[in-house]
């Protein structure tokens, strides 16, 4: 067992449910007044649910194939804390759509690209496409957390929200990658997945950000350029994520190879009225 394996069974992962609805009277842009970035944090909000379903799916279809009882035991909490984050952002999103946001639209596109995957993509490139999705939550979980810029200036409620999502996903980091390690998911296919689903994913959430901010009228060439100029150079919270991303191609990573158990403690403290 490596350092990094027995460093994740000593984590605690806690199914925890907030239950939280923000209030009507929450502006639309409720990330600093802003409508870029409050249509940017809207879109990832949106491809949580479906997105959530795959991963827990595509971990679950293995279950039964592992023999390491703490390994099982970290499988069953990560399908809780993945279900109730696909169940709150569910409840934001309906705040979105009864904001406006175009959330419909997303939610059916979105549905047919997973069905193609399901469809074209074996059970270990599903799984794949979950590791490399579940290592791009885990490190925007981790900027999230430590750069005030992201989180600061969105409303308590909904920053509520990201704060005890960002938590978990960083807790559950680790479980469907030693589920890939165990049935021998293979390096190659590994990388070679995280690859298209870079492109693919950040496509998507480029469109439905665009998407998003048409549907006020607020979409032009010069916002998203501002936006993605704020998003990747200054302060850049995308452009800090590259040595952690790039991480994710070296043949011994593992996602407790970034160890920030001491980041999130004092967060799942303070988080132990959601435990159920």
Do not use: C
């Not at 590791?131 to 920053?159: C, D, G, Y």
């Amino acid at each position: 067992m490596t350092a990094q394996a027995r460093l994740h069974k000593a984590i605690d992962i806690t199914v925890r449910k907030l239950s939280l609805r923000p209030s009507i009277h929450i502006d639309r842009h409720f990330h600093s007044g802003d409508p870029f970035l409050s249509a940017f944090f809207a879109a990832m909000s949106s491809v949580f649910p479906d997105g959530e379903r795959f991963f827990i799916d595509s971990v679950r279809h293995y279950q039964k194939q592992l023999n390491d009882p703490e390994l099982v035991l970290q499988v069953r909490r990560f399908i809780g804390q993945e279900a109730h984050h696909g169940q709150e952002h569910e409840a934001f999103n309906q705040w979105l759509t009864d904001k406006g946001y175009p959330v419909g639209e997303t939610l059916r596109r979105l549905a047919e690209g997973l069905t193609a995957a399901r469809q074209r993509l074996s059970a270990r490139q599903q799984l794949a496409m979950t590791l490399a999705l579940e290592h791009f939550t885990a490190i925007m979980a981790n900027q999230f957390l430590t750069m005030p810029e992201l989180s600061e200036q969105m409303h308590p409620e909904i920053r509520e929200l990201f704060i005890w999502h960002a938590v978990e996903e960083t807790e559950h980091k680790a479980v469907a990658f030693d589920v890939y390690q165990t049935v021998d998911g293979g390096y190659w296919n590994r990388v070679m997945i995280m690859l298209q689903v870079t492109l693919l994913f950040w496509l998507a959430i480029t469109r439905i950000t665009w998407r998003n901010l048409k549907s006020e009228g607020n979409a032009s060439f010069g916002r998203m350029m501002r936006g993605y100029w704020w998003l990747l150079a200054q302060p850049g919270p995308l452009r800090k994520l590259l040595p952690e991303y790039l991480d994710y191609f070296r043949p011994g990573f593992h996602p407790w190879d970034q160890d920030n158990r001491e980041l999130i403690r004092p967060l799942q403290d303070s988080m132990a009225k959601y435990e159920v």
